[in-house]
Structure formats: C-alpha cells, structure tokens
T-cell receptor, first 116, second 109 residues
C-alpha cells in the first residue's frame, strides 16, 4: 500500500525542547513538503525539497530545520527558537509532471504538536 | 502579492447544490487545485484545472477562468459526509501551491 506516514499523530513537548516529526513516503515521489496549519488559516509552507540532499525555505522557515538524506524521508525538527510551535503539521509529497512542473500533492495524516 | 479569497463559511441542505467561489492573485499560474479537508484530518485532492472551463468528476465539478482569476467548486446531491472545509490552491510560477484559509461547508438535514 503506497502512501505517506507521519508519526506520531499527537505529540506533547515542554517549552524549550527540540522535537523531530517524521515523514516517510513510499510513493517514489520526488518532492516533499512541510506545512503548518493553525485554526482559521490556510496552510503555510515551512520547507520543501525537490531532490535528495537539497531543500529550500518556505514562507515560515524560522525556528525549523529539515534534512533529506533519502528520497523516502523528510523529517522536520521544531527547535526551541520557534516562538509559537503548537500547531497541526502536515507533510506532503508530489511527483514531477511531464511538463517539468509538479502534480497534485498527497498528504500524510498530520501530527498535532502541543508545547506545554 | 499573492492572495486567495474564499467565503469563510457556507451552509447548505442535504440533497441540494452548492457553489464555492474562489478568486486568486498569484505570481504566474500553473493551474488550480481544490482539496477537501475534514476536521482534524489531512486535505485530500478533489480536482485540478489548468485550462478555462468546467471539469466534472462525479458529484463534484470545478470551473476556472484564468482571465478573471476565478474558480468555483460545485457540489451536487449534497450528502452529510460533504461537511468539511474546501481549500482553493492555485499553483504559482515556482510550482508552489498558494493556500486559502478554506471554506467551511455545513450540511443540514
């Protein structure tokens, strides 16, 4: 069964601690993305990666870090520098289209992070 | 700048038809996506339009007018399970999706 997995579904951390959210896909997709969603707001792009060992900052990268050592995996670390980390975090992936662009993004189930 | 405008909330009756509008401004354009998101869950893909006109897929249809920066999602024969948020997301010149806050659709019996 192909898909994107994120774990855990719920995560609680104390303020000042770094935390890493996992994202794995077995769809053989080239591109992977991390978004943050807050109540009443649209998805905001944190980081994205179009190829292994390369990634770019999105609109709200401050306080976050990522790595892309394998095509299948794109973990996100929420550092203590992120001022308001409590949110719903969504990982997505997409395949490169025939014309060089990207097709629809498929999402994992999300991780709800609460910082106490 | 880049901007998406959708109604915040809409209410419709089971069995009826509802149209959710979206206007957008983006830097370049590589098509527009509609996603459905149930509360507490991830978005799921509904439709993609890159050319002007109507795309029909079962009970759902999506329309695009590139010159007007306008799209709509049409849902027919509404069912209670259609209660969800509907997200309009055009793709800009860098192939990044620009997300609106979504329209929360409430279906009443």
């Amino acid at each position: 069964d192909g898909g994107i997995t994120q774990s855990p579904k719920y995560l609680f951390r104390k303020e000042g601690q770094n935390v890493t959210l996992s994202c794995e896909q077995n769809l053989n997709h080239d591109a992977m993305y991390w978004y943050r969603q807050d109540p009443g707001q649209g998805l905001r792009l944190i980081y994205y990666s179009q190829i292994v060992n390369d990634f770019q900052k999105g609109d709200i990268a401050e306080g976050y870090s990522v790595s892309r050592e394998k095509k299948e995996s794109f973990p996100l670390t929420v550092t203590s520098a992120q001022k308001n980390p409590t949110a719903f975090y969504l990982c997505a992936s997409s395949i490169e289209g025939a014309g060089g662009g990207y097709n629809e993004q498929f999402f994992g189930p999300g991780t709800r992070l609460t910082v106490l | 700048g880049q901007n998406i405008d959708q109604p915040t909330e809409m209410t419709a009756t089971e069995g009826a038809i509802v149209q959710i509008n979206c206007t957008y401004q983006t830097s370049g354009f590589n098509g527009l996506f509609w996603y459905q998101q149930h509360a507490g869950e991830a978005p799921t893909f509904l439709s993609y339009n890159v050319l002007d006109g109507l795309e029909e897929k079962g009970r759902f249809s999506s329309f695009l007018s590139r010159s007007k920066g306008y799209s709509y999602l049409l849902l027919k024969e509404l069912q209670m399970k259609d209660s969800a948020s509907y997200l309009c997301a055009p793709m800009d010149s860098n192939y990044q999706l620009i997300w609106g806050a979504g329209t929360k659709l409430i279906i009443k019996p």
